[in-house]
């Protein structure tokens, strides 16, 4: 579940170990090539088409000196486990070993030559910012000190909100959705500018980020509240801004998941989903956002593994479809930068084809980089192979490696691609950083419900707040749980609060705990977590309000959940359980702030999903 999956909760602790690895003490600046000295200047700098085409020569010559080994390894973007390039810990090198048949990051580079390196919390690469920025120098040097070598895109999947690899002390901004709430293509950029500025601070140079699918359906498993909103003109204004914010911190940004995965039922990391949208429909909807960010220099673009009959009918996932990569996306769209696939270890791209297979077909569709493969080995020889027998030609290898180059060129890469530990501290997680995050995420905050005043409580009459709820494990390396974060924030603004944990899926015994814990306060705040017609969630609410105190329900993942509670005095949505979106809803519920957000999706009827109970820019203000 690369792409998506939350993974587990990093830890924020210094490791003392990073110190013995060697790579502390930044490298010492020098030309990383002799021979593509001013790189960046000649492909950044639009002065004229003569200096372009000088860096374009360079890079030329670079890949002509490449062996066919080392063209095939730049194509690849691997996954490697420990929080060191080069002194992992043990359990690290064993699961290297297993799953790649290399030790460590270091020796995954000197064997394959890879191009990229992704980042995950479950493998241990996120510890805390001076490690990670320890293992991107470590990463750059093992590569850079190889015959030819050449720096090295070090990409993460911080999104933010549900999906972010990165955490605290890191500032970490409400998701995407909680950004189309807020609507502002200024918050959108500063959110691309501050999470830019701070993973390149820690050596991070590409984000899979940002989230380009229009989420026009409410069952969505994979997409969400990752997406900005069902309405596609608004989605390609917070992308275009995200991505310039990004790429103007010097991070690659990167618009997924082409040709649209917003209207599927189905996870493709689980399954094959098949989007039924016309062409004509297409163009209306999911080809907005990716046309707004191609406009805005989107540096790189992922695939999506889903089958879009209207697009191509052979059946194939859009990943290995020539019609929508090189006919749509390169001809018709116009865009030529770095074409990189979703993860190739997920099922949807799996299903038809073989994994010696895949990134052979994905190519030949008009691919760049292939993703995190789950056997290197196997992808890595089936492509050597294609071309050594021809079914791939060197020069369409040529083609891809002159577009990743030019990508690592526009990010100055090859004139400096170290992170500089002494300047970590001041810029992950500074206060300038987090309090811009905190005034965001007020912007946010969704008001759904408010019957008869309920909110803002007062502090003086209902002092006594129990906070119950869902606690799902917390996004990467945010304090958590929900109810704690949210009865620690409350305290803090004059309230008594405690917190109780029911869970998503609340027992009798539970939802009776709930029942009499509440008969001792002034009202009750409850956090909801994706609430179905048949969910015990409702039952805990439904008795909660049969005790006559004031509830308040705070949607903290999906906001289709006020349908499916009718009763409800009062209803938030924060689109995410993060630290930061929970805080604000505190504020707000408290009264310290406002609500501002306006819902960026509609709420069907749970009775009549035909019908809109909350339409997109629904949101109530006090």
Request: neutral net charge; charged residues 20%; glycine residues 10%.
């Amino acid at each position: 579940m690369h792409d998506t999956s939350t993974g587990s909760d990093t830890g924020t602790g210094s490791d003392t170990r990073t110190g013995s690895t060697g790579n502390t003490a930044r490298p010492s600046r020098r030309a990383v090539l002799t021979a593509t000295a001013g790189l960046t200047a000649a492909l950044t700098v639009p002065a004229t088409a003569h200096a372009a085409a000088s860096g374009d020569r360079r890079l030329r010559a670079l890949v002509s000196r490449m062996t066919l080994e080392e063209k095939v390894g730049q194509l690849f973007v691997m996954r490697v486990y420990g929080h060191s390039a080069t002194a992992p810990d043990q359990a690290d090198i064993d699961a290297n070993l297993k799953e790649i048949g290399v030790r460590t990051a270091a020796e995954l580079i000197a064997k394959y030559r890879v191009g990229g390196i992704i980042y995950f919390t479950w493998a241990h690469n996120t510890r805390d910012p001076h490690q990670i920025a320890d293992l991107s120098n470590g990463i750059q040097r093992a590569s850079l000190e190889q015959p030819r070598g050449l720096p090295v895109l070090i990409a993460t999947d911080q999104e933010h909100g549900a999906v972010c690899r990165v955490g605290k002390p890191a500032t970490l901004f409400p998701g995407a959705m909680a950004i189309g709430a807020g609507g502002s293509r200024s918050d959108a950029r500063t959110l691309g500018r501050i999470s830019g500025a701070e993973l390149r601070a820690m050596g991070i140079n590409q984000d899979y980020s940002p989230d380009a699918d229009v989420n026009v359906n409410p069952a969505n498993p994979v997409i969400g509240v990752r997406s900005f909103g069902a309405d596609p003109d608004a989605v390609a204004e917070l992308v275009a801004a995200e991505v310039r914010g990004y790429q103007a911190a010097g991070v690659a940004a990167t618009a997924k998941h082409f040709p649209g995965h917003g209207d599927t039922a189905v996870d493709s990391h689980y399954g094959f989903p098949v989007i039924t949208h016309s062409r004509e429909l297409w163009e209306e909807l999911d080809a907005v956002p990716f046309r707004a960010a191609i406009r805005a220099g989107i540096d790189s673009v992922m695939t999506a593994h889903i089958q879009f009959p209207a697009l191509d009918g052979s059946g194939d996932p859009a990943t290995l479809s020539r019609p929508i990569l090189t006919g749509i996306l390169r001809g018709e769209l116009g865009y030529d930068g770095v074409v990189i696939t979703d993860s190739l270890g997920m099922q949807g791209v799996r299903t038809k084809y073989g994994d010696d297979r895949v990134p052979v077909l994905a190519l030949k569709a008009g691919v760049d980089q292939l993703l995190n493969p789950p056997s290197l080995e196997v992808a890595w020889n089936a492509v050597l192979k294609a071309v050594r027998e021809g079914e791939l030609t060197e020069a369409r290898l040529d083609e891809s490696i002159l577009r990743i180059l030019r990508l690592k060129a526009r990010r100055g890469l090859f004139d400096d691609p170290w992170a500089d530990p002494a300047g970590v501290d001041g810029t992950v997680g500074t206060e300038a950083h987090l309090a811009k995050a905190d005034r965001i995420a007020e912007r946010t905050t969704t008001l759904l419900v408010n019957e008869d005043g309920t909110l803002p409580l007062d502090r003086r009459r209902q002092r006594r707040l129990l906070v119950v709820g869902a606690d799902p494990a917390s996004p990467s390396g945010t304090t958590g749980p929900p109810t704690g974060v949210l009865a620690a924030a409350l305290t803090e603004l004059g309230f008594t609060a405690t917190a109780l944990s029911t869970g998503t899926a609340p027992s009798a015994a539970t939802v009776d705990k709930a029942v009499t814990a509440a008969r001792d306060a002034d009202a009750v705040v409850v956090a909801t977590y994706n609430v179905t017609a048949t969910s015990t969630q409702r039952t805990l609410v439904e008795r909660l309000l049969g005790t006559g105190r004031p509830v308040i329900a705070v949607a903290v993942r999906n906001p289709y959940d006020v349908a499916q509670l009718p009763s409800v005095p009062a209803c938030l949505a924060t689109y995410c359980w993060t630290d930061v979106e929970l805080r604000a809803a505190a504020r707000v519920i408290a009264g310290r702030v406002a609500p501002r957000g306006k819902l960026p999706v509609p709420v069907q009827r749970a009775d009549d999903p035909t019908r809109v109970l909350y339409p997109v820019g629904h949101g109530l203000r006090y």
